[in-house]
């Protein structure tokens, strides 16, 4: 099984602990990176993974996407499994109400945390001939009212939307769709929302579980859902929370 892992930033983000487990079940894995600033996080675990592919992406670069997958086809000839784990807001507006933010900052977060999820699906569906997953990342405040998560609530239900109508248009080739949403979980990129360790100390205490999730946890159930064994289910989200979406919160 081959496939492309997409924001893979360190090895505290929810994709290098679905590299982990992709790759200890088997997968060949190729990365990218966003910038040579990022690069040098991403580049030892890299090497960690014996990834055969590390290249530059900036999703909202058409030229870098085309290249990624070019090349992957010039290697592989074909890709089994395609993970999208990235999410951007511009703070201002992240920080803010969702009634005061911009309509420029509103746009750049749809386009980098949803519209991208399509565009990466259009170039690769021709290298899944054979069929395919797709997963990407999403959250509970795609849903529910988060203190602290403004603009990317809104942004996230709309990738899960993005996400059903993927499934409907790709699924006759053979290519699965779909979205896990997580608790909260403990990356570099959520210490930056304000609220955040409120709502950690929440989940813990009204999950049914009573814990919180792990990176290794979230990459269990993405190589589950990336694999055939999961090859009937599509079109979904589907919750790796201790169960802290069924409470009231």
């Avoid at 609220?195 to 190589?223: K, S, W, Y």
């Amino acid at each position: 099984m081959r496939g492309l892992i997409i924001g893979l930033a360190n090895d505290q983000s929810l994709a290098w602990g679905c590299a982990q487990a992709l790759r200890a079940a088997g997968a060949e894995i190729a990365l990218t990176y966003l910038n040579e600033r990022t690069r040098d996080f991403t580049a030892p675990l890299a090497e960690m993974l014996d990834a055969p592919l590390l290249m530059p992406l900036d999703v909202t670069r058409q030229d870098q996407a085309e290249a990624v997958f070019a090349e992957i086809g010039r290697r592989w000839g074909k890709l089994d499994f395609l993970l999208h784990s990235i999410a951007f807001a511009p703070k201002e507006d992240l920080a803010g109400r969702v009634v005061d933010s911009s309509a420029a900052g509103f746009a750049t977060a749809m386009d980098i945390s949803c519209h991208s999820l399509a565009r990466l699906a259009h170039l690769a569906e021709p290298l899944m001939a054979e069929g395919g997953s797709i997963l990407t990342m999403s959250f509970y405040g795609s849903e529910k009212v988060v203190p602290g998560y403004g603009i990317m609530g809104p942004v996230k239900a709309a990738l899960e939307a993005m996400v059903r109508y993927l499934a409907a248009e790709l699924g006759p080739g053979g290519i699965r769709v779909n979205a896990l949403s997580t608790g909260p979980v403990k990356t570099r990129a959520a210490s930056g929302l304000s609220h955040f360790d409120a709502l950690m100390c929440r989940a813990a205490e009204n999950a049914p579980l009573h814990q919180l999730v792990t990176i290794e946890q979230v990459g269990e159930m993405a190589a589950f859902l990336l694999s055939d064994k999961a090859r009937t289910i599509t079109g979904q989200t589907l919750y790796v929370d201790s169960g802290y979406n069924v409470t009231a919160g």
